[in-house]
């Protein structure tokens, strides 16, 4: 079945860095979706990227679905303690009903 | 968040009972879902639901059934507990029609199965 995959799983940066994350999907998307999940709380809903080789932003984070619709990725610039959490992208399953979620990655922000 | 909540919070059981979470929204959405969370797996679909009394089974369903007799509540049940079912249990809402409208999530159930 449909699978999503991400890397890295966790990923520890000292504030002020940048942070990328990458999301590979087993099968084209017709679009793919992002979440933020902070420690102990809930996935929040980040954006939804519809069209081949988009870009997003919203404020220091850029969101891109690639030409394939097969990869996206979430770069977060100039990271802040306020970043802390897990992402998590998520595309349609095999019957475009329902969202296939990927492991996430871990960001930690070191002050 | 946008009129879901979850309830219990937390809850501890012993192994073989039977066990129901319930999700309550307020907006009137005609989708909502049950989701698990486990380390490493991040987020598996037990069951959703596309109407009152319209449900069906996700990836992980074993040992889960849900019920839906109005639109604002979606129950879910864990017919015997097992060990394995020991999971954080998030309900969410959504509007798969809506270009751009992601899931909303509720603050999660922490479930122990002892």
């Known amino acids: 079945g449909q699978q999503v995959m991400q890397i890295p799983q966790y990923q520890h940066v000292q504030e002020g860095e940048d942070f990328t994350t990458y999301c590979n999907s087993s099968?084209?998307?017709?679009?793919i979706q992002w979440y933020k999940q902070r420690p102990g709380g809930h996935p929040v809903f980040l954006i939804q990227?519809?069209?081949?080789?988009e870009v997003k932003k919203q404020k220091r984070l850029t969101f891109q679905f690639g030409e394939a619709k097969k990869n996206s990725s979430l770069h977060i610039t100039a990271t802040q303690t306020t970043d802390v959490g897990t992402y998590f992208c998520a595309g349609p399953d095999n019957y475009g009903q329902n969202f296939v979620f990927g492991p996430g990655t871990r960001l930690s922000v070191l002050p | 968040d946008a009129g879901i909540t979850q309830s219990p919070r937390h809850k501890v059981t012993e192994t073989g009972t039977p066990v129901t979470l319930r999700c309550h929204q307020t907006e009137n959405h005609r989708y909502m879902y049950w989701y698990r969370q486990d380390p490493g797996h991040g987020l598996r679909l037990i069951h959703y639901?596309?109407?009152?009394?319209?449900?069906d089974k996700g990836e992980v369903s074993d040992g889960y059934s849900v019920s839906r007799s109005k639109t604002e509540d979606f129950l879910l049940t864990l017919e015997s507990a097992t060990s394995s079912q020991t999971s954080v249990y998030f309900c969410?809402?959504?509007?798969?029609?809506?270009?751009?409208?992601?899931?909303?999530f509720g603050s999660g159930t922490r479930l122990t199965v002892v």
């Open positions: 990227l519809v069209k081949s080789g």
């Open positions: 639901s596309y109407g009152v009394k319209d449900t």
């Open positions: 969410a809402i959504s509007e798969p029609d809506r270009q751009g409208f992601g899931y909303t």
């Open positions: 099968t084209t998307l017709s679009n």
